[in-house]
Nanobody, 115 residues
């Protein structure tokens, strides 16, 4: 049973920073890609960033230059460093991954950016 557990969300002022963490437990042999997405109230889920086992990284256009994804394979953890946060970054942030990004999902961690 693979589980993704996010942490690190919270309330931050506009321009501030947060770092999200996602720990993967259980069998991680089939985890070839991990990433983050987010969903704001009343909006569709938006993909934010992804990183695969080869270290190839991609970002959504809305976060390029502000967010950084990284992973620590020894700790089975993926991180999302979020800088220069804006009120429009407010959302429930999900970690996911597997052989594809949609195989396994965490429960989400709330990020709220005040203006």
């Amino acid at each position: 049973q693979v589980q993704f557990v996010e942490s690190g969300g919270g309330l931050v002022q506009s321009g501030g920073s947060l770092r999200l963490s996602c720990v993967v437990s259980g069998s991680s042999d089939n985890i070839s890609v991990m990433g983050w997405s987010r969903q704001a109230p009343g909006k569709e889920r938006e993909w934010v960033a992804a990183i695969n086992n080869d270290g190839v990284i991609t970002y959504g256009d809305s976060v390029k230059g502000r967010f950084t994804i990284s992973r620590d394979n020894a700790k089975n953890t993926v991180y999302l460093q979020m800088n220069s946060l804006k009120p429009e970054d407010t959302a429930l942030y999900y970690c996911s991954g597997g052989e594809s990004l949609s195989d396994y999902w965490g429960q989400g961690t709330q990020v709220t950016v005040s203006s």
